[in-house]
């Protein structure tokens, strides 16, 4: 079983900064990608930014140079840091990782239990 907890949610002021982390365990055989997604109210569910491990990075416009996502690869974790926050960026996050499988070319994907984001004065 694989399991990935986050944490790092809140309440922050507009403005503001936050992290977030989350943590895979379990039985990984090797990790593709991690990212964070976000779902506000009433919305679909949005990448917000993901990592291919070793590799590029990908930003959602709305979060480009303001959000900045890194890894730690030795303890199979992501972290998502969020700086000038507004209050838009309200929302329940995510976070994702898709690990190889064993001898076949194949992907499968994980999430976390979400954390929630509120951005508000």
């Known amino acids: 079983q694989v399991q990935l907890v986050e944490s790092g949610g809140g309440l922050v002021q507009p403005g503001g900064s936050l992290g977030l982390s989350c943590a895979a365990s379990?039985?990984?055989?090797?990790?593709?990608?991690m990212g964070w997604y976000r779902q506000a109210p009433g919305k679909q569910r949005e990448l917000v930014a993901s990592?291919?491990?070793?590799?590029?990075?990908v930003y959602a416009p709305s979060v480009k140079g303001r959000f900045t996502i890194s890894t730690d690869n030795a303890k199979n974790t992501v972290y998502l840091q969020m700086n000038s926050l507004k209050p838009e960026d309200t929302a329940v996050y995510y976070c994702?990782?898709?690990?190889?499988?064993?001898?076949?070319?194949?992907?499968?994907?994980?999430w976390g239990q979400g954390t929630q984001v509120t951005v508000s004065s």
């Open positions: 994702n990782m898709q690990s190889r499988r064993y001898r076949e070319p194949a992907y499968d994907s994980y």
């Open positions: 990592i291919i491990i070793g590799g590029s990075t």
């Open positions: 379990g039985s990984i055989f090797s990790i593709y990608a």
